[in-house]
T-cell receptor, first 114, second 115 residues
Framework: NAGVTQTPKFQVLKTGQSMTLQCAQDMNHEYMSWYRQDPGMGLRLIHYSVGAGITDQGEVPNGYNVSRSTTEDFPLRLLSAAPSQTSVYFC???FGTGRSTEAFFGQGTRLTVV | AQSVTQLDSHVSVSEGTPVLLRCNYSSSYSPSLFWYVQHPNKGLQLLLKYTSAATLVKGINGFEAEFKKSETSFHLTKPSAHMSDAAEYFCVVSDLISGTYKYIFGTGTRLKVLA
């Protein structure tokens, strides 16, 4: 099993450009989520999905869109990139949404917006 | 809302000496707590989790953590540090928000292991 796969690993964008960060998992997990990691701030939840066709906002959703057309894929779209979106982005998946559920993380996408 | 506080942003230890990474939580009920490790340029990996069973939780790679309700703490320890333990460590609490359990992350502790 590959687990959670994110592409690309690195990306540089110009302000105003759009792009999609890809995330795929092969564990048949219902729950998927996107986080951003900034220095000294831990990981913060951007958007999440509890199943195909269902998405919702997390703590920091502004400037990002998501969709979940299949169980396996959960892409994150930046519509008009801003320097404040320079960050490391992590996708995660889990079998459910229980209190003690373990999350599995991808290796991250390092995004720089200039 | 629940939260976690990691008391040290950086910790340095010598190889072979004990490791202590501190985490305090705030919760109005019995929490689920986790420790994740992130090696350089890698994703996060679960070290261990507390789910209201045994208060002393053993994890991978010789790490363990003790849940102390009276001190609202969940500190991570290891008796003897190895060079491969150099990484960033996150304390996480699971909180019920808008009907779904979500992770609330601490700000992380970067562990440096000196030869």
């Amino acid at each position: 099993n590959a687990g959670v796969t994110q592409t690309p690993k690195f990306q540089v964008l110009k302000t105003g450009q759009s792009m999609t960060l890809q995330c795929a998992q092969d564990m048949n997990h219902e729950y998927m989520s996107w986080y951003r990691q900034d220095p000294g701030m831990g990981l913060r939840l951007i958007h999440y999905s509890v199943g195909a066709g269902i998405t919702d906002q997390g703590e920091v959703p502004n400037g990002y869109n998501v969709s979940r057309s299949t169980t396996e894929d959960f892409p994150l779209r930046l519509l008009s990139a801003a320097p404040s979106q320079t960050s490391v982005y992590f996708c995660a998946s889990s079998f459910g949404t229980g209190r003690s559920t373990e999350a599995f993380f991808g290796q991250g996408t390092r995004l720089t917006v200039v | 809302a629940q939260s976690v506080t990691q008391l040290d942003s950086h910790v340095s230890v010598s190889e072979g000496t004990p490791v202590l990474l501190r985490c305090n939580y705030s919760s109005s009920y019995s929490p689920s707590l986790f420790w994740y490790v992130q090696h350089p340029n890698k994703g996060l990996q679960l070290l261990l989790k507390y789910t209201s069973a045994a208060t002393l939780v053993k994890g991978i790679n010789g790490f363990e953590a003790e849940f102390k309700k009276s001190e609202t703490s969940f500190h991570l320890t290891k008796p003897s540090a190895h060079m491969s333990d150099a990484a960033e460590y996150f304390c996480v609490v699971s909180d019920l928000i808008s009907g779904t359990y979500k992770y609330i992350f601490g700000t992380g502790t970067r562990l440096k292991v000196l030869a």
